[in-house]
């Protein structure tokens, strides 16, 4: 009768291992594929979106809670580099673009716990009312732990490994497209060796 | 069913039923972490938050170029009236529902004067001779949220000065 008992038990606990393991999985795992991707950066269109189903409003709500509707605003995400690395505070990296077909835009570095790096370089998030763009309309932010001589600078401080880069496009104009060209892109400038 | 077979298909039927609860569950439980952290339990008032930095950890993936007003909502007393006063750059009003859903969403290209709006619950009938925006909450509580374009710290504080005219309260 007590191993009837034990073995009931050892089912029901079973099933909620495999059912919570499963959706952790699928939250974690499944957010690159209910994603469009445009080069290295991913775009979930579906944010915030009252047409999104349970798997992506799920994964809305875990990575990016509060976010507006594509209406509103896009956000891409870039988490790895060309050679498809996740992004270190051990590597320098360039992210360079041009003018983008919106209202506002911005780029911000996030440690991999969603939230901004810890450290008091006040150099989160670079933006079109702030970057310095050349003559030419293309800008250039350098990614680093330290600023060196950079004028658009997003500090990697203390964002270890496995950090990400959030680009918001506010009020996206109607021939905005988004695409590989259209899009900032990131290149590794070095690493330290024990990286 | 013999054996081992009638536990395996328990396992997988409290594995799928937990699957589910997870899934549908976690917008729900992550916004009313949400409601709790934005409002410290109060409801129907704005809460300036400060500027956003290394140390701001209330939701996740905070822009560092905004200044954000949080109202969280509750349409049990009633609607609940919203005025927005309107900022030099762009600003927008978004409504969530308790399952995360973005349901409304207004900015100042709409609205270059500030808004008015009226939250009501799904189905109810606005009032006579109503001016305000109605808007119907699929949820009876909800968050309501102001982005105001401040990537600087003096223009964070002008926008917090700004917030100040900003009204979130119960209709009646």
């Known amino acids: 009768m007590l191993r009837r008992v034990l073995a009931w038990i050892v089912a029901i606990v079973a099933g909620l291992v495999l059912g919570g393991a499963s959706a952790w999985a699928a939250l974690t795992l499944g957010v690159s594929s209910f994603s469009s991707h445009y080069g290295a950066w991913s775009l979930n269109r579906a944010a915030g979106s009252t047409a999104a189903g349970p798997y992506t409003r799920a994964i809305i709500a875990r990575y990016g809670l509060l976010a507006l509707s594509s ?50 370089d006040h150099a989160a998030s670079v933006d079109a009312t702030r970057i310095n763009a050349g003559d030419d309309g293309i800008w250039r932010a350098r990614i680093s732990s330290v600023q060196g001589d950079s004028v658009n600078w997003l500090s990697s401080r203390n964002a270890r490994r496995g950090f990400s880069l959030t680009l918001r496009v506010y009020n996206p104009q109607r021939d905005f497209a988004p695409s590989e060209d259209s899009l900032p892109k990131l290149a590794t400038v070095s690493c330290a060796s024990s990286s | 069913m013999n054996g081992w077979g009638k536990y395996v298909v328990l396992a997988l039927i ?39 930095t290394q140390a701001s950890r209330t939701i996740v993936r905070p822009a560092p170029d905004f200044a954000y007003s949080a109202c969280p909502y509750d349409l049990s007393n ?68 102001i982005r105001r374009l401040a990537p600087t710290p003096d223009t964070y504080a002008a926008a917090a000065q700004v917030s100040h005219a900003d009204v979130c309260s119960g209709a009646h």
């Not at chain 2, 699957?19 to 972490?33: D, K, R």
């Not at chain 2, 410290?40 to 956003?52: D, F, K, Q, S």
């Open chain 1, 71 to 120: 209406r509103e605003a896009l956000y891409f995400n870039l988490d790895h580099d060309e050679h498809g690395q996740p992004l270190s505070e051990s590597c320098i990296y360039d992210l360079t673009g041009n003018a983008i077909a919106t209202r506002w835009w911005s780029v911000t570095l996030y440690a991999n716990d969603s939230y901004l790096a810890r450290n008091d």
């Open chain 2, 78 to 145: 009633g609607p609940v009236r919203i005025h927005v006063t309107p900022w030099t750059d762009y600003w927008s009003l978004s409504l969530y529902a308790n399952n995360s859903d973005n349901f409304f969403v207004l900015d100042d290209r709409e609205a270059q004067n500030g808004v008015e709006v009226l939250v009501m619950s799904a189905g109810a009938a606005p009032p006579d001779h109503e001016t305000a925006t109605i808007v119907h909450s699929p949820s009876q509580r909800g968050i309501a949220l």
């Open chain 2, 14 to 52: 409290v594995a799928v039923a937990t699957h589910i609860v997870v899934i549908f569950g976690t917008p729900t439980v992550l916004m009313n972490v949400a409601l709790q952290r934005l409002g410290g339990g109060h409801y129907n008032a704005w809460h300036l938050g400060e500027r956003v």
